[in-house]
DNA sequence: TATAAGTGCAATTATCCGGTTTCGCAATTT
DNA sequence: AAATTGCGAAACCGGATAATTGCACTTATA
């Protein structure tokens, strides 16, 4: 029952989208993180739990406290994937640049 | 109607995903979509349905064919989300950049 | 040692999601 | 006019999801 998720799946969920961003710059527990939200510290256990399946987030036990933080370089995998669609708007601005600079030539 | 959905969960799925990349460049009918996939056309419609909903696709009537094609800006969302975390792993790349020149000074 | 705090896991439930099948409608072809 | 093609909508189904609740385990504190 382990599903396969992936990257996309794991930032599908608002309330994972913003636990991604309070744990970006500096490790959170459990509980602190679930300070953040209107939901039981269990609900964020969960998610921190897919987060964790896709490794998307680093752990570090101090004494019974465990500090979740974001692998931030796992969140390249998503700027990879838009690199394709990255290459084609830049590509249109820069036809939109060339048609402007011939307008003006004229 | 459900004007739940965001880009976000649009993507979450893989055969949109491959949609998506597929009619990036070009716009295309459902039919000519769906062959490409081991799915049926009413499931493709579906996908379709959901990525209109999100507006991140175009519908361009010509007889009884509708050419679907991707509304390219719209992902310059996601972009901009990433923007957040790119700021971050760009700075710890400049802190590693400088580290390693501290350390050929010696 | 007894109690409290921090956490994960299991069971439960209501909801959502993606797919298929069937159908109806409009545009094209014969 | 009749048959075909392209399409979306509705009904349905099995599996996934997210949240709650209750529990067990470990570590810290009284």
Redesign the interface.
């Given at each position: 029952m382990e599903m396969r998720r992936?990257i996309?799946?794991a930032?599908?969920d608002?309330t994972r989208?913003a636990i991604i961003?309070l744990i970006?710059?500096q490790a959170m527990t459990p509980n602190a993180i679930a300070e953040h939200f209107d939901t039981s510290r269990q609900a964020v256990s969960k998610h921190l739990r897919i987060l964790a399946e896709c490794e998307l987030v680093s752990q570090a036990h101090k004494g019974r406290e465990i500090h979740y933080q974001?692998k931030?370089?796992k969140?390249?995998e998503?700027?990879q994937?838009?690199e394709?669609?990255?290459k084609?708007?830049e590509d249109?601005f820069d036809n939109l640049d060339q048609l402007l600079a011939k307008m003006q030539e004229k």
């Open positions: 992936d996309f799946q930032i599908a608002p989208r961003a970006a710059l974001l931030i370089d969140m390249k998503i700027d994937w838009l394709q669609f990255r084609i708007w249109r």
